[in-house]
């Protein structure tokens, strides 16, 4: 499940740190969600490999929130990520060479759970 940005320091080889997005932010750009965001901070505060969880991240990164909070890399998968009036969020952080992909697992998208439960709705009630 993507529930947020995960980015790791240099300073803090063993330190990750992952954002999210409030609901209002992510119902504007990408729509409704499944988890509300305080579900998404829990499930990520849980995450045994995220040491701290950044609430009300902003949709697109700046270079002032890189700066506040010691990020030295962003990890998202490498698909051009169009919103927010951009063909690609995270340009302008791959150009400045502080962007490591990540990849997806197929069939694991919240999209694809919501497919899958919608169409096997009848299985489940039952």
């Not at 949709?59 to 698909?79: G, M, N, R, S």
């Amino acid at each position: 499940m993507a529930v947020g940005r995960a980015w790791a320091s240099k300073q803090h080889l063993m330190h990750l740190p992952a954002s999210v997005c409030s609901d209002d932010l992510t119902h504007k750009f990408k729509g409704f969600t499944v988890m509300n965001e305080a579900e998404r901070y829990e499930a990520l505060r849980h995450c045994r490999y995220v040491d701290e969880v950044i609430r009300d991240a902003p949709w697109t990164l700046t270079p002032e929130f890189l700066e506040k909070h010691k990020i030295d890399f962003v990890a998202h998968d490498d698909i051009p990520y169009s919103s927010a009036g951009s063909d690609d969020i995270y340009k302008h952080i791959k150009e400045a060479g502080m962007f490591v992909p990540t990849q997806r697992t197929e069939g694991i998208s919240t999209s694809d759970i919501i497919t899958r439960i919608v169409r096997d709705y009848d299985v489940y009630a039952r």
